[in-house]
């Protein structure tokens, strides 16, 4: 794991000489370094960025801008949130972060992260709000997050996106510039769909559906697994392999290997839980992430 805010000889000191704490779990990799569990009570590794409210959102302090635009107007802001969207219970010992939905909003990693394996539980709940009420409920989780808070929306970073969506899980965006390849044919000019059976790599920074959709029934634990190496990243949805980019770049056309990690409210009840990253290098790759990531070349 490349730790990007702080320096790394500390940060590997910090990780792997410190005792175990509660915040961190047995290491699946020993040889790499300690799996970090990034959800406490406190939510001491996080902050949270809240977007514009929609005019329907009831009690929110004096002056708060609000709107049935909530792509446009002030923010909230960074630390305002007063309608508590983002925080953690207890389930029988465990912390499970609650995600109320009904204001658009991000919690974001106070560090940055490259080259890990992320992985968490997710479900949802039953509550949906405006300006989403008569759609699909909505999710996200955002990694390679840089640059300033609300650069999408008002609400989110420049990032990549693994789309957290009823029957979309997996999927791909692009939020606020950044691009990658992703194996595909081409519909009306752009990659509709990754396809692992297609010829072709094509960039796209688009709305691109995963190979399949393994995700449970709406109330059932889902496992999500994100591995990053480089500017390369795998999507795995219940252990299956939905989605593999490559190349990824920034906006500016930069490789995109790192960043803040943010995971969105967006007008759906949620909860995640056993959100957990651990370093890894290329030996440490499952063999069926290993051939999809590592297989192809761009040069």
């Not at 902050?47 to 107007?73: F, K």
């Not at 059932?220 to 990243?233: F, I, K, M, S």
Request: glycine share 10%; with cysteine.
């Amino acid at each position: 794991m490349r730790l990007i805010t702080a320096p790394l000889v500390a940060f590997a000191a910090m990780i792997l000489l410190s005792p175990p704490t509660a915040a961190q779990s047995t290491p699946v990799v020993p040889r790499d370094g300690v799996t970090v569990d990034l959800l406490d009570p406190d939510l001491s590794r996080w902050e949270v960025w809240m977007g514009v409210p929609h005019q329907t959102i009831e009690g929110l302090p004096a002056g708060t801008y609000q709107s049935d635009n909530v792509h446009r107007g002030e923010p909230m802001g960074l630390g305002n949130d007063p309608k508590r969207v983002f925080t953690v219970i207890d389930e029988d010992g465990t912390p499970v972060l609650y995600v109320s939905g009904e204001v658009y909003g991000g919690l974001t990693t106070l560090e940055s992260f490259g080259d890990y394996h992320l992985s968490m539980d997710f479900k949802w709940g039953d509550q949906k709000w405006e300006p989403r009420l008569d759609k699909k409920r909505d999710s996200g989780l955002l990694y390679h997050c840089y640059g300033d808070h609300g650069a999408f929306w008002r609400v989110w970073k420049s990032c990549l996106e693994y789309q957290i969506q009823e029957k979309d899980m997996g999927d791909f965006i692009g939020l606020a510039g950044p691009t990658a390849l992703v194996r595909g044919t081409l519909d009306d000019g752009r990659v509709k769909k990754y396809d692992p059976a297609a010829d072709t790599l094509h960039r796209t920074g688009g709305y691109t559906q995963a190979s399949h959709e393994p995700d449970y029934p709406n109330g059932q634990w889902n496992h999500l697994e994100l591995y990053v190496l480089g500017d390369r990243a795998v999507h795995l949805v219940n252990g299956e392999v939905v989605m593999v980019l490559i190349d990824a770049r920034d906006g500016d056309g930069n490789p995109l290997t790192e960043g803040q990690i943010q995971l969105q409210s967006e007008a759906a009840e949620c909860y995640y839980k056993n959100i957990r990253l651990t370093p890894i290098t290329a030996d440490d790759l499952p063999a069926e992430v290993a051939e999809v990531m590592l297989s192809v070349r761009t040069d």
